[in-house]
């Protein structure tokens, strides 16, 4: 066993399940299983998942996914490492640090198809704390290499779920670098049909104009997502685009207009907490004091 952890003997079939068996008879409530279809059902449900996360359909995918994670079959058995790859897209979703349990799959080398590569590197580039200029290049170094990856599988909606991430850990960070990959994603994603992440990617391209002060492209852009409402079926991107709207005619001191947007995002339910800042500054701006404070208030009771 000494030999086989230290990686100078690889383990036998006759070993491993002579292991099993110790730990199945040291612990009553441990039962590995030797079903192999058990990996085919997990592998399928991985690319489920991938689906989910491309499409944006995750909310829905849940309870299936926590369902999964929940029973124990397919952690004790050779879907092991499938099992992980699901518990790190649900922590993923979670927006939880994973870097540390992806790069653990990673360098396992358990997997051959080239998909799940692309996809662990996305989420050790995207879960990742962005702190400083070492972590950044750690990041951006993942999603090369993902992308190194998806070129392989040749998925275009993987590929573009890739370069989304990537796209906003340089908008955080340094913004300009983003710019090479904008039409990529868009391009990727809508070759895929992956239709509602499109809708992010291009609110976040207005999102990314408004930060580079850019505000005509970026008010062109929310103004075409408004004029598509009848594609969008969710209140809550409507809300967003109306929420980026009224910030962008805000910082360009176009009061009346500001709030009128900012109106709209809170009647669809926005959460944005910048469509408050907008009220207050907005009608300060136009002289109506009352309005002003009493939109500070209501920011109060909205995040207390």
Same mark, same amino acid.
């Given at each position: 066993?000494?030999?086989?952890?230290?990686?100078?003997?690889? +383990?036998?079939?006759?070993?491993?399940?002579?292991?099993?068996?110790?730990?199945?008879?040291?612990?009553?409530?441990?039962?590995?299983?030797?079903?192999?279809?058990?990996?085919?059902?997990?592998?399928?449900?991985?690319?489920?998942?991938?689906?989910?996360?491309?499409?944006?359909?995750? =909310?829905?995918? +849940?309870?299936?996914?926590?369902?999964?994670?929940?029973?124990?079959? !397919?952690?004790?058995?050779?879907?092991?490492?499938? $099992?992980?790859?699901?518990?790190?897209?649900?922590?993923?979703?979670?927006?939880?640090?994973? +870097?540390?349990?992806?790069?653990?799959?990673?360098?396992?080398?358990?997997?051959?198809? =080239? @998909?799940?590569?692309?996809?662990? !590197?996305?989420?050790?580039?995207?879960?990742?704390?962005?702190?400083?200029?070492?972590?950044?290049?750690?990041?951006?170094?993942?999603?090369?290499?993902?992308?190194?990856?998806?070129?392989?599988?040749?998925?275009? %909606?993987?590929?573009?779920?890739?370069?989304?991430?990537?796209?906003?850990?340089?908008?955080?960070?340094?913004?300009? %670098?983003?710019?090479? $990959?904008?039409?990529?994603?868009?391009?990727?994603?809508?070759?895929? %049909?992956? !239709?509602?992440?499109?809708?992010?990617?291009?609110?976040?391209?207005?999102?990314?104009?408004?930060?580079?002060?850019?505000? =005509?492209?970026?008010?062109?852009?929310?103004?075409?997502?408004?004029?598509?409402?009848?594609?969008?079926?969710?209140?809550? +991107?409507?809300? @967003?685009?109306?929420?980026?709207?009224?910030?962008?005619?805000?910082?360009?001191?176009?009061?009346?207009?500001?709030?009128?947007?900012?109106?709209?995002?809170? @009647?669809?339910?926005?959460?944005? =907490?910048?469509?408050?800042?907008?009220?207050?500054?907005?009608?300060?701006?136009?002289?109506?004091?009352?309005?002003?404070?009493?939109?500070?208030?209501?920011?109060?009771?909205?995040?207390?």
């Amino acid at each position: 066993m000494s030999k086989i952890e230290a990686g100078k003997q690889e +383990m036998d079939d006759a070993t491993f399940k002579k292991a099993i068996s110790f730990f199945e008879n040291l612990d009553p409530d441990f039962h590995f299983s030797f079903d192999l279809s058990l990996v085919d059902h997990a592998d399928a449900f991985v690319f489920k998942c991938i689906q989910s996360l491309i499409f944006v359909t995750y =909310p829905s995918s +849940m309870y299936e996914i926590e369902n999964f994670i929940d029973h124990s079959q !397919y952690r004790d058995s050779f879907a092991f490492f499938h $099992y992980l790859v699901v518990q790190n897209i649900y922590e993923c979703i979670q927006e939880k640090d994973c +870097m540390e349990s992806t790069q653990y799959l990673i360098d396992s080398n358990f997997f051959v198809d =080239p @998909r799940y590569y692309a996809l662990l !590197y996305d989420i050790n580039g995207a879960s990742g704390s962005l702190k400083n200029d070492q972590m950044f290049m750690r990041q951006i170094q993942s999603f090369q290499k993902a992308l190194g990856f998806c070129h392989g599988a040749n998925c275009d %909606g993987l590929r573009g779920l890739i370069l989304y991430h990537l796209i906003l850990i340089y908008k955080q960070y340094k913004c300009l %670098g983003a710019f090479q $990959y904008l039409e990529e994603c868009e391009h990727s994603l809508e070759k895929a %049909g992956a !239709y509602r992440r499109l809708l992010y990617a291009k609110l976040n391209k207005g999102n990314f104009y408004i930060k580079l002060g850019l505000y =005509p492209l970026a008010q062109e852009i929310y103004r075409n997502l408004e004029h598509s409402q009848s594609q969008i079926d969710e209140k809550e +991107m409507i809300s @967003r685009i109306c929420a980026s709207s009224s910030w962008c005619s805000l910082l360009q001191g176009k009061y009346e207009e500001a709030i009128e947007k900012a109106r709209k995002a809170e @009647r669809l339910g926005s959460r944005f =907490p910048d469509i408050y800042i907008t009220f207050a500054y907005g009608y300060y701006k136009l002289g109506d004091i009352q309005s002003a404070r009493q939109s500070i208030t209501r920011f109060r009771h909205s995040f207390s």
